[in-house]
């Protein structure tokens, strides 16, 4: 069955930096592009960054450029979002997406916080 699972989320003062991690199962991960979402208390889920199937273009809100970087190993099935630079507005619940049509699988979420 289709599985994707978040972690590496936590607690982390501004400034700081997080690696979150995707591992996924279940369906062929190198036919899939990728994407990493967050939804932020009392807000909508947003995009935050994406990436294509076999790695070779990504992109990123504005709220994040710069500092946020999105990779994939598909030979490991697995997506990461490394997080440096880290601002309290960056807190939400960041969520896994994989997407090729007629597909598109959510993971769980992980929580990231980020407060001092």
């Known amino acids: 069955q289709v599985q994707l699972v978040e972690s590496g989320g936590g607690l982390v003062q501004p400034g700081g930096s997080l690696n979150l991690s995707c591992v996924v199962s279940g369906f062929t991960f190198s036919n899939y592009a990728m994407r990493w979402y967050r939804q932020c208390p009392g807000k909508e889920r947003e995009l935050v960054a994406s990436i294509t199937s076999a790695g070779g273009y990504t992109n990123y809100a504005g709220s994040v450029k710069g500092r946020f970087t999105i990779s994939r190993d598909n030979a490991k099935n697995t997506m990461y979002l490394q997080m440096n630079s880290l601002k309290p507005e960056d807190t939400a619940v960041y969520y896994c997406?994989?997407?090729?049509?007629?597909?598109?699988?959510w993971g769980q979420g992980t929580q990231v916080t980020v407060s001092s």
């Open positions: 997406n994989a997407a090729r049509a007629p597909n598109n699988y």
